[in-house]
């Protein structure tokens, strides 16, 4: 599944029907997606945190390109105080 950075309103983590993990997309307009682990292969805590890190912060989607600078980018500096993103934390994007 894709979406536009545009389309984004915010990212939260969640529990899907089935009780898993999962990172819940809020789109611009109103609809809500579930990305499961299983479909993103990686942890949702992770790939929640590094969705709303580049939608908090446009100017650094460049670094998207290069997977392992775009997670030492978000990850490393946040490594010892874990957060979630919370499902009001995102702002809108424009790009």
């Known amino acids: 599944m894709r979406f536009e950075w ?3 309103g915010a990212v939260s983590l969640a529990t899907n029907d089935q009780g898993g993990r999962c990172v819940r997309i809020h789109t611009t307009s109103g609809i ?3 990305l ?3 479909a993103l292969g990686s942890d949702p805590a ?3 945190e590094v969705v ?3 939608l908090d912060h446009p100017e650094e989607r460049e ?3 290069d997977p392992d600078a775009a997670l030492a980018r978000v990850v490393a500096p946040v490594s010892s105080s ?3 993103p919370g499902p009001t934390s995102g702002a809108s994007a424009t790009n």
């Open 52 to 54: 709303q890190h580049f």
């Open 32 to 34: 809500e997606h579930d």
């Open 63 to 65: 670094l998207l390109h």
């Open 46 to 48: 992770i790939v929640g």
């Open 36 to 38: 499961v682990a299983s």
């Open 82 to 84: 874990r957060r979630s």
């Open 6 to 8: 545009n389309n984004i």
